[in-house]
């Protein structure tokens, strides 16, 4: 499994404008918190995506990919590994063409169930240190 190229991730992040966050917990010692947080105040909309709570980061959660009605840039997985191909699965029921997996968060299934179905996948790299990298002003 190998990333796109870092300018190909800059400009990914240059003309995205939403992020759905898979497993945004509401707790704001989670690391999903703290990343999408700093996106958020980065000028990217977060919609966060979890089951479990209500709202996070002033936006309304929703149970999963698909309850989502407006157009998505990025998704952004913060779940174990073993998770990944039900969540590319959903995915790939969205208008979505991106998945990114967080830092520490590889799954060759999921990666190639998504490569077969025209998405750019990125795993294993957090979003936040890609932006910070490569948008800096």
Known sequence: MENPSNDQIKKLLETSKTI?????????ERTSYQISKI????????????PTVDEVLGEKA???????????DIIN????????????KEAAK?????????????NEEANEYLTEKGFTVI?????KVAHAVLLKK
């Open 62 to 72: 929703y149970s999963s990919l698909l309850d989502i009605k407006e157009p998505i």
């Open 20 to 28: 759905a966050v898979v497993g945004l917990s509401d707790n704001p």
């Open 94 to 106: 969205t208008d979505c063409k991106v998945f990114w997996a967080q830092q520490g968060i590889v």
């Open 39 to 50: 996106m958020q105040e980065s000028g990217y909309r977060i919609i966060p995506v979890n």
């Open 77 to 88: 997985v913060f779940r174990r590994p073993e998770y990944l191909p039900d969540i590319a």
């Open 123 to 127: 795993m294993d790299l957090c979003i």
